[in-house]
């Protein structure tokens, strides 16, 4: 099982950036597929899920400036940013659950067994 993150880059405030992660190996059609980011000397925290039986969840931080979307059919998983700040400079991963995940779990990083390799963020002022 693979997933391959892309879109990554540095921006100045304000800007948008589109992430992308493609899975391959196995299909997440029925599990959350969800986004984490880490920065510097800080814990990974959870920034957005989506499940098709679930629907959306997002971290407070990052509500009303991201969107995360997927094509279930390609099995891939979008993170829409915009009116990026540099509050949001990190190291993004996406995440792949499983069908059984409770909503509850969604933003636990330790319930997901499949990870992207992570890709730099950057926003300077």
């Known amino acids: 099982v693979q997933l391959q993150a892309s879109g990554g880059g540095s921006v100045h405030t304000g800007s948008s950036l589109r992430l992308s992660c493609a899975a391959s190996?196995?299909?997440?059609?029925?599990?959350?597929m969800t986004w984490f980011r880490q920065a510097p000397g800080k814990e990974r925290e959870f920034v957005a899920a989506?499940?098709?039986?679930?629907?959306?969840r997002y971290a407070d931080s990052v509500k009303g400036r991201f969107t995360i979307s997927r094509d279930y059919a390609g099995n891939t998983v979008y993170l829409q940013m915009s009116k990026l700040e540099p509050r949001d400079t990190a190291v993004y991963y996406c995440?792949?659950?499983?069908?059984?995940?409770?909503?509850?779990?969604?933003?636990?990083?330790?319930?997901?067994?499949?990870w992207g390799q992570g890709i730099q963020v950057t926003v300077s002022s």
């Open positions: 190996g196995r299909t997440f059609r029925d599990a959350p």
């Open positions: 995440a792949g659950g499983s069908p059984s995940m409770i909503y509850s779990s969604f933003p636990t990083a330790t319930a997901y067994d499949y």
């Open positions: 989506l499940s098709r039986s679930r629907g959306h």
